[in-house]
């Protein structure tokens, strides 16, 4: 009896992940930068509730269920067909029709053998990347040139930690922006919640069932409605003072923060800025990553110091740039001024929000 209410409760979440979400009332543990995207991936099937009107945003997400919302894009009707003959466990007809489209491929889970002692762990980031890459190959789409993953190369910082297996399905989901960094690195063997979960789903979908890229934000607009000028991206920040005013504690074990406009995640200082950038900017992905100090516009993120620190510019001067920065001796900080000479020496870059 024990063994099959395990079981029962197993199907039932695995059902809460793959079937469209038909209440009206929102999910009710759902808030922040992950709920647009759990919203629309429910509302595509992609994903549901796990009972009570909860989504479990926080709860990992393993081989299996990422198998399942997978199916959900192009292959729900082949996992029906398989499900409708299955006399086994739950999850054996979604490892199927993943296996059948080499979603599989390069993954703990390529070997049928390993499905049912591997398949309820959680799956790394890398292996993620590696089944979205896996099922980009299988529907025939365009994939980044070398080129275009030479991006992704200078923005990971931890590429030495990937699986060799792994590395050119990384870079390709970085280059495609189906996946996010985390403040610089990728972290390629944590695991990845539902509701970042959700997140990749949505894209991915965009990529393969819409035939298209992700869909940039309508209208280069501020978060504010304002058009994007310097003395605008100023305003805004500056009237962020107050909620994050000189000396407030900030550190990188209390703070952390997800920018999902941008596709990446940061700690103590870059979740500062990302913060602060997805303030002005709103949706407005990045447009470019640079290191040539006369085109600095306010609003822009630096990374300095070697590449261990990261401020946002308040004003660009001759010579020198004002910042704001989180982290600063453990604080937030204002209106320090970091000389032309001192960011050229620390091998500074810039990600700006600016459109091309």
Known sequence: MKKLCSALLALALCLGLCLPAFAAEPFTDVEGWAAPYIERAASLGLVSGVGGGRFAPDSQVSYREFAVMLCGIRYREEADRAISGNDGEWWLPYCEVAGAHG?????????????????????????????????????????????????AREEISDLDSLDARNLDAVLTCYSLKLLTGTGGGFAPASPMDRGQAATVLCALYDVVAEGAGRP??????????????????????????????????????????????????????????????????????????????????????????????????????????IVTEGNFNGQVHWDREITRQELEEQNFYVRTRYPA
């Open 103 to 151: 979603l599989w491929d390069s993954t703990a889970m390529a070997a049928e053998g390993a499905w049912e002692g591997q398949g309820g762990r959680p799956v790394p980031r890398q292996e993620m990347a590696q089944m979205m890459y896996n099922y980009l190959q299988a529907e025939e789409k365009q994939l980044p040139s070398e080129k275009d993953k030479a991006w």
């Open 216 to 321: 940039e934000p309508s209208g280069a607009r501020l978060a504010n409605g304002k058009e994007i000028t310097e003395d605008n991206v100023r305003e805004i920040i500056n009237g962020l003072r107050g909620s994050y005013p000189e000396g407030m504690p900030w550190t990188n074990e209390s703070n952390e923060y997800t920018s999902y406009p941008m596709y990446i995640k940061g700690y103590g200082c870059a979740a500062y800025a990302f913060l602060l950038s997805d303030t002005v900017f709103g949706e407005l992905p990045p447009t470019a990553r640079h290191s040539n100090f006369d085109i600095i516009r306010a609003g822009d993120i630096l990374r300095t110091q070697n590449d261990t620190h990261t401020v946002v510019v308040l004003e660009k001067r001759a010579d020198s740039v």
